[in-house]
């Protein structure tokens, strides 16, 4: 009876636009509201070997010793490697913010206290960390991409955040609806 | 007095004429003027008027250290009082105004304080105020700081924006100068990550106030050097405050205080700066001489004209003594005569033990090594020492006694002074460690290589450009060795320049004041008496006459301050220590410190999956925590929100409601030790309930006192859902984390947190089941799910989605919690909503839900507030007796926990309708005075029960479970009220649980 169900994004009323001192030249830095996925948190049993498990299974966030999330996959779609890996369902659990540019390092260097220099954080790296006083997971894509993932009750402030952080280099926002 | 400016090279662009004002006149100065150079050269002399004397002040020194000139700029939210001038850059439109002054800078009438000091000296306050003891803070204190004091601040909202940021790098070299430089050089040649900080407007240090063309050129090869290489981070305008643990820096630096307002623009950025290792270059500062009159304007140090004669291009008057005890003093003599400043005399004021006439005299054709200017040797070199600076509102003569006895004046408009050099380390301070008087170098020197940071050039006392080249080279290498990285020094080694002879403590003793601490007006005598009457040690001294506690920290006048204490004791120079050092360096500015975290940014917000959907529904948001909850959803034509929240209550209990509940903690646990562990952190039972069930819970903290309370759900085998109260939700995860981690490594637990996964919600009321079989395709019959039932079923309208359905209750009527993916909890809420349209169904906040659970005597934290046990939640018979153990059983049976008079929880009802009373309100017992004297207990909390008419509440109250149906006063001491109440069992409302059930 039921009429289908509509999925609000992660975002959902982040605000796109250009902000900052560039607003007329190119911006140093991109903030886009990146495609909501299926991910679910893999936990490994004692002495098993986690990343090897889940090869194949998705791109691999790290969260901890013994704790990835696995990108694009369901915790029903890793109920096969139980009982040695075992999956909890989190889609929808984190927005994907992505940076990129020239300045995207300078920006998330304003909220995040790790060493982002390429020999210490490199493409391919995932770790989780605090941007300010929001818990982030950090994953590098290329040399001036990132991709941020933030729990969802706290997206639309750390957009706001980064908005606000990334005027001084200038800054393009583009949100879910935002092209 | 006008026309300093000279004719000669210097680095300011005189094709760029700059407009400011000053005391509402205009000024113009040139683009790479500060606002000292461009005043002078323009002819002012008093810059404003000194703390607690109201002396006429002018410029002393050049750098962060200023004590005299310090102004108040900008205006509204920008006014920031107490600007050096000495730093700042001059801009187009800036508008600065003199500080202390009234009715003006030249014309003060708290100048008379002046006249009145033998009775204002150190120490006068506490003495003369004393009596009658109240009047110290409504009359003295308040008259007392209007009178004295610097700058004001300004209290409208600050416009500009400030930034913060991290940074990481193999070696922080702090200071540009010689040293600095050539640590950079060093570091960077062998491919380190580096940043160099740097306080001035430009790198250069000693290079740039040297102003000789090896110095301009050896600073242009190497800053060209390091711009060049890609790992190498140049700050300019950062001045580097503390030194923290992890070796991490604090800098603040100055992005956009020289330029006009600018709304993308920070006017500061705060560093944190994570070095692996670090070089402290910081260089010296010049040590003032402590003679009378030393704070005229017009008395300056010897570096501090240097600086603005080279780089501005502007003398500090036309005919200059020169006071010294060392090189500083000729080479300005030197400086000043090559761009035809008349030099009146030499004083050199060495002690004789130290004389060696011919020191400086035969380098007077190459005495720098024929590196700086040409010595011309127009003026008379005179042995002696300074008495007396002469003059009213600038110097008009200095005094001086020559080395034979006999007294001279000289007729002189500037007196420049140099006591030697009191070398840069205090940021190698900060962290406990001390520094040490060195007999060759007449300095306290910090401790040179301490891990982490090395102290080179003149922060560590050396003299020389070429000594200083080395040095840096040299600590940049040990200090990358340090972390394991390779490094060849930049400069070879090289001898020093001659140390000044002897550091000196007071010299003239010419009528008048000699000043110490310019700042904060503390005076020769000012140490004397406290040495006097006890507080002889420096950190009393300090405390004393507040000397080393103005802005610069010390910095000018501290050594003189303990040259001065240890002479009064017949000590040597260096027997009495400095004053601890301590963070910041340098003043930074509260706007820095906050950054971006101010009004609505002030802290991150979190909002529920469901936020925009209630936003369009009218909810008022009320903050708990970081979450902003829906409290309350007005309908047209409610006068006020108690209106709303009890129309609201009603529905829930007449039809239905829903309510957003996706702030609760929300953590899924797998693992084959499941049952055991949370049989340990629960003080209940939890091991064998069966799958399709949930069990209130209540955790208890390893002192026997109640943490938190939630419920758990076992959803299948191997799953269970708990959920935490929205206060404690992470920490009760990290409880459990370090309870599965650490305490029980050995259990099979893996512990996720899903609250940010699920939207969730509480269907509340009598059509709560039909509302929900409209939503999701679950047999929901009492005898499928019953009270306490847990279920997982398909979502109608999203195939393949799963929802998690609870059948329990906080508002005490046939209830159900649904769980749904977060991405799909507005569209379940419609569809929730639209399915209870025809039942009456209302959205209702957490104003409400609180009514609905103080009506059914439910705990909050509010009750649960860390003092409690379960016993006096009356929930003692909860606890456990067949489980081995849990966490807070040992402690439980403490006496204290057990005694009898323990505030027990119970239920308040105001005796008349009309009447109400506050959370917050003490319980006395009918007839008492109204005082915290024998009180009974607190008022935890209250609302307004439509259903019984009048105002409940909950309460913790001495034995109250052996009281019911006794009358108390509810006394509110804030407001002075008083209500009569009546001691209840806490459930208000259906007692015996019918409406729970359907």
């Avoid at chain 1, 605090?130 to 729990?151: N, T």
């Avoid at chain 2, 008057?317 to 090559?338: D, I, M």
């Avoid at chain 2, 080179?456 to 200083?468: D, F, I, K």
């Amino acid at each position: 009876m039921a009429d289908a169900l509509t999925r609000t994004p992660a975002l959902a009323g982040a605000p796109s636009g250009r902000f900052g001192l560039a607003a007329g030249a190119a911006p140093q830095v991109a903030v886009e509201a990146l495609a909501d996925l299926a991910m679910a948190q893999a936990f490994a049993a004692p002495g098993v070997d986690l990343d090897a498990r889940l090869a194949g299974r998705g791109e691999l966030r790290r969260l901890g010793p013994g704790q990835r999330l696995v990108m694009g996959a369901t915790a029903q779609a890793l109920g096969d490697l139980a009982p040695e890996v075992s999956a909890v369902e989190q889609s929808g659990s984190r927005a994907r913010i992505g940076v990129s540019g020239p300045g995207a390092a300078v920006l998330l260097a304003r909220g995040v206290g790790a060493d982002l220099h390429p020999s210490r954080f490199a493409e391919g790296a995932s770790a989780p960390m605090l941007f300010g006083r929001i818990g982030i997971v950090l994953a590098r894509q290329g040399a001036e991409r990132w991709e941020v993932l933030v729990p969802r009750s706290y997206a639309l402030s750390l957009w706001e955040e980064l908005l606000e952080a990334g005027r001084s280099l200038g800054l393009e926002a583009r949100g879910p609806g935002g092209r | 007095m006008s026309g300093r400016r000279l004719p000669v090279a210097a680095r300011i662009d005189r094709g760029r004429p700059i407009r400011f004002r000053f005391d509402g006149r205009e000024h113009q100065g040139f683009e790479g003027d500060t606002l000292a150079s461009a005043l002078i050269a323009s002819g002012v002399g008093i810059f404003g008027r000194s703390f607690k004397y109201h002396r006429p002040r002018g410029v002393l020194a050049a750098g962060s250290a200023e004590p005299n000139a310090l102004v108040t700029v900008g205006t509204g939210g920008r006014q920031e009082p107490n600007v050096r001038a000495t730093m700042l850059e001059i801009f187009d439109g800036l508008e600065a105004r003199s500080q202390n002054a009234w009715p003006s800078r030249r014309l003060d009438v708290g100048a008379l304080n002046g006249l009145l000091s033998p009775l204002l000296g150190a120490g006068f306050y506490y003495k003369t105020f004393m009596w009658p003891p109240k009047a110290w803070e409504r009359v003295y204190e308040p008259l007392i700081r209007r009178a004295a004091g610097l700058g004001r601040a300004g209290i409208e909202p600050d416009p500009d924006r400030y930034e913060k940021t991290w940074a990481h790098c193999d070696l922080l070299v702090i200071g540009a100068g010689p040293a600095g430089l050539s640590a950079a050089v060093t570091a960077a040649r062998a491919g380190a990550r580096v940043i160099l900080a740097d306080e001035g407007a430009e790198p250069g240090g000693w290079l740039l106030d040297d102003g000789g063309d090896a110095s301009s050129a050896l600073r242009e090869d190497l800053l060209a050097e390091l711009r060049a290489a890609p790992e190498v981070r140049i700050l300019p305008r950062a001045t580097v405050f503390g030194w923290y643990d992890d070796n991490v820096f604090g800098a603040l630096e100055r992005v956009g205080k020289h330029l006009p307002p600018d709304p993308d623009r920070p006017v500061e950025r705060l560093w944190r700066i994570v070095a692996r290792s670090a070089v402290l270059a910081s260089g010296a500062e010049e040590r003032p001489l402590v003679f009378a009159g030393n704070d005229l304007p017009g008395v300056a140090m010897a570096s501090g004209i240097r600086r603005r004669l080279v780089g501005q291009a502007v003398a500090p008057g036309r005919r200059v003594a020169v006071v010294t005890n060392g090189e500083a003093g000729y080479s300005l003599a030197a400086a000043l005569e090559s761009r035809e400043v008349e030099v009146a005399a030499i004083l050199d004021c060495s002690p004789p033990s130290a004389h060696d006439p011919e020191r400086y005299a035969p380098a007077r054709g190459d005495w720098r090594g024929g590196q700086a200017e040409d010595w011309r040797g127009v003026a008379r070199i005179v042995r002696g020492r300074p008495l007396r600076a002469v003059g009213m509102r600038a110097v008009e003569a200095l005094e001086i006694e020559r080395r034979d006895g006999s007294r001279r004046r000289l007729a002189v408009d500037a007196v420049a002074m140099s006591g030697g050099w009191s070398p840069n380390g205090q940021l190698a301070c900060q962290r406990g460690a001390r520094p040490e008087w060195s007999e060759a170098r007449q300095a306290f020197l910090p401790p040179i290589d301490q891990p982490g940071l090395h102290v080179a050039g003149a922060a560590a006392g050396l003299v020389g450009r070429a000594a200083c080249l080395a040095d840096g080279a040299r600590q940049a290498v040990a200090a990358l060795g340090e972390i394991g990285l390779a490094a060849a020094p930049a400069f070879d080694p090289a001898p020093e320049d001659a140390p000044p002879p002897r550091a000196l403590g007071a010299q003239g003793s010419g009528r008048g004041k000699s000043f110490v601490d310019f700042q904060n007006d503390v005076t020769v005598d000012d140490l004397a008496r406290a040495r006097q009457e006890g507080y002889g040690h420096p950190e009393l001294a300090k405390r004393y006459t507040t000397s080393a506690m103005a802005t610069d920290q010390g910095r000018m006048g501290a050594v003189n301050a303990a040259v001065i204490l240890a002479e009064a004791q017949g000590l040597a120079p260096g027997a009495v220590p400095l004053t601890t050092q301590r963070p910041f360096f340098s003043p930074v500015s509260f706007g820095a410190l906050a950054g971006a975290a101010r009004a609505e940014a002030f802290r991150p917000a979190r909002r529920s999956p469901l936020h925009a959907w209630s936003q369009a529904r009218g909810a008022v948001f009320l903050e708990t925590g970081a979450w902003l909850r829906p409290a309350w959803f007005p309908r047209a034509g409610e006068p006020d929100w108690a209106t709303a929240v009890a129309r609201e209550a009603r529905m829930v209990r007449l039809a239905a409601g829903l309510c957003d509940v996706s702030f609760l903690g929300k953590i899924e646990l797998t693992g084959a030790d499941v049952p055991a562990f949370l049989n340990r952190v629960y003080l209940n039972g939890m091991a064998k309930l069966p799958v399709g069930r949930a069990r209130y819970g209540v955790m208890l903290r390893e002192d026997g006192f109640v943490m938190d309370d939630g419920t758990v759900a076992r959803l299948a085998e191997d799953r269970w859902v708990l959920t935490t109260t929205t206060a404690k939700a992470e920490e009760v995860m990290a409880h459990l984390e370090f309870c599965a981690q650490v305490l029980w490594p050995e259990l099979d637990v893996r512990l996720a947190s899903v609250s940010d996964a699920w939207a969730q919600m509480a269907l509340a009321g009598p059509k709560a089941r039909e509302i929900l079989g409209a939503v999701v395709d679950l047999d929901l019959s009492d005898a499928a799910m019953p009270f306490m039932g847990a279920a997982q079923a398909p979502l109608r309208g999203a195939p393949g989605v799963t929802a998690r359905v609870f059948r329990i209750s906080f508002s005490g009527e046939l209830a159900y919690e649904i769980a749904v993916p977060a991405d799909l909890g507005p569209a379940v809420a419609d569809a929730i909503m639209a399915a209870g349209q025809g039942a009456g169904i209302c959205c209702y906040g957490a104003e409400t839900l609180a009514v609905l659970r103080i009506e059914k005597g439910h705990v909050t934290h509010a009750e649960i507030d860390g003092r409690v046990t379960a016993h006096d939640l009356g929930i003692g018979r909860m606890v456990s007796a067949k489980k081995a153990d849990f966490i807070g059983r040992a402690m439980l049976g403490r006496p204290a926990l057990t005694a009898a008079g323990r505030l027990q929880l119970c239920g308040l009802q105001a005796v008349d309708p009309a009447q109400a009373f506050r959370a917050g309100a003490q319980v006395l017992n009918a007839g008492a005075a109204p005082s915290l004297e024998g009180a009974q207990g607190h008022v935890s909390s209250t609302c307004w029960s439509p259903h019984l008419g009048r105002t409940l509440g909950l309460a913790l109250v001495r034995d109250a479970r052996a009281r019911h149906g006794e009358e108390v006063q509810v006394w509110d001491g804030l407001r002075g009220e008083t209500c009569a109440a009546r001691i209840v069992p806490p459930v208000h409302f259906d007692p015996e649980n019918r409406r729970l059930h359907g």
